[in-house]
Structure formats: structure tokens, C-alpha cells
């Protein structure tokens, strides 16, 4: 009922209706022939406010889930590249962890001797 009301208040339809009403209350009581028609005029224009305000929320209500859908759509892709992150950063972490396992259980003997100009600069940095 409220939203009838506001339809017939802010649109210029629900205008119109509210003005058809007055001249059918008028032609009631100087032309009494005029007020079924006047009548009749005031609840088609009602009628087509009201239509025409629950088409206006209807469209309001569209942009809004194309607006959400766009924003998901978009959380979804940045989702998506974060999680392909973490997953690429998972690999090499593994890949660093078996590295370093194979580097600690490889036995002495498999370490080679520096190079004498290696050790010089290494000792030398010391």
C-alpha cells in the first residue's frame, strides 16, 4: 500500500491519477455523466504508476546483481591468482627442502677439496 502511495506522490503517472481522482470527485458533483469516466481514468493511471515504480525497483534491483556479480567475478580472479601463488611458492619451498635434505645426507667423501686460490680469498676475508 505504501508503495502505491509513493508511486502515485512521486511519479508524474501517480500525478496525473491524483488529478483524473479530483476531477472525478468534481464531475460527481457538477456533472455526474463525467465521474464513471474520470473514474475510470484515476485507476488506469494508478495502476500504470504503480507498474511503472515496480518497474523502476526492478531495475534498480538488476543493476545491483550485475554489480555483485561483476565484484565476485572479480574476487574470484584475485582469489584464483593468489591461491596459484601460494601453490608455485609450495613447489619451490618442496623442491628448497629436498635440495637441502639430499645436500645433508650426501656423505663427506663426495665434498670436494676448495681450490688454494678459493681458500686464500675465503681465509683472507676472515
Known sequence: MLDLALA??????????????????????YLPRLG??????A???????????IQDDL?????????????????ARAIEALESVSRNGDKRARAAR???????AAPASDDAPVAPVLRQVLEGGR
Open 8 to 29: 502515485l506522490v512521486w511519479t508524474p503517472i501517480g500525478i496525473a491519477a491524483l488529478a483524473a481522482l479530483a476531477a472525478a470527485v468534481a464531475a460527481f458533483v
Open 36 to 41: 464513471v469516466p474520470f473514474l475510470a481514468l
Open 43 to 53: 485507476v488506469v493511471l494508478a495502476g500504470a504508476a504503480y507498474v511503472s515504480r
Open 59 to 75: 531495475g534498480a534491483a538488476r543493476r545491483e546483481r550485475d554489480e555483485a556479480k561483476a565484484d565476485a567475478a572479480g574476487k
Open 98 to 104: 629436498e635440495t637441502h635434505r639430499r645436500i645433508q
